[in-house]
């Protein structure tokens, strides 16, 4: 059974252009969850979608948005890049929404703003 | 206030030894608790998950519950070297939206052969 896939894996940009992150859910899951992490702040959650609909947002700004598919496939959009916006950027994914649900992660996009 | 809390460590054990792991959370509507293991440039990786009070087992890893005092442990048995990693808590609370884990800031975990 074929995990999180998320494209690209790594990835350079310049301060100023936006970036485009995908992700393939594992089979038959319906949530797809964003994460970014760095050394500073950790994991934090940035959204989280199911039947394509926005159900959480956590504390970012509007440069960061994304969207989900009919298919469960998920993108993250940043916009107007800034250095502070390097981080590993994590999909997770759960079958649906609710406690006692596991929930996966991808191996990541590594994203570096130079 | 940071919702899920950690010791960073690093926690050094000997091989073959049993480590052990708390956390403690904020929010007594927590409902899912999960710890992740991760090696340095990896992603996280699912080790345990536990929904209710008490201790469940899998392989060498035992969760350890307790909603009242508002802690979660992971012991690993017999630790071995390549048990060496950061290991994240995580918390879902789970709210009319959706799901949403909260991590701690991760234990830095050291198996010493």
């Known amino acids: 059974k074929a995990g999180v896939t998320q494209t690209p894996r790594y990835l350079i940009k310049t301060r100023g252009q936006q970036v485009t992150l995908s992700c393939s859910p594992i089979s038959g899951h319906r949530s797809v969850s964003w994460y970014q992490q760095t050394p500073g702040q950790g994991l934090q959650f940035l959204f989280e979608?199911?039947?394509?609909?926005?159900?959480n947002k956590g504390n970012f700004p509007g440069r960061f948005s994304g969207r989900q598919f009919s298919n469960s496939r998920s993108e993250m959009n940043v916009s107007t890049l800034e250095l502070g916006d390097s981080a590993l950027y994590l999909c997770?994914?759960?079958?649906?929404?609710?406690?006692?649900?596991?929930?996966?992660f991808g191996e990541g996009s590594w994203l570096t703003v130079v | 206030q940071k919702e899920v809390e950690q010791n960073s460590g690093p926690l050094s054990v000997p091989e073959g030894a049993i480590a052990s792991l708390n956390c403690t959370y904020s929010?007594?509507?927590?409902?899912?608790f999960f710890w992740y293991r991760q090696y340095s440039g990896k992603s996280p990786e699912l080790i345990m998950s536990i929904y209710s009070n008490g201790d469940k087992e899998d392989g060498r890893f035992t969760a350890q519950l307790n909603k009242a005092s508002q802690y979660v442990s992971l012991l690993i048995r017999d630790s071995q070297p390549s048990d060496s990693a950061t290991y994240l808590c995580a918390v879902n609370i789970y709210n009319n939206a959706g799901n949403m884990l909260t991590f701690g800031g991760g234990t830095r975990l050291m198996v010493k052969p």
């Open positions: 929010d007594r509507g927590s409902q899912s």
């Open positions: 997770a994914s759960s079958r649906t929404l609710g406690s006692g649900n596991t929930i996966y």
């Open positions: 979608y199911f039947s394509e609909t926005q159900r």
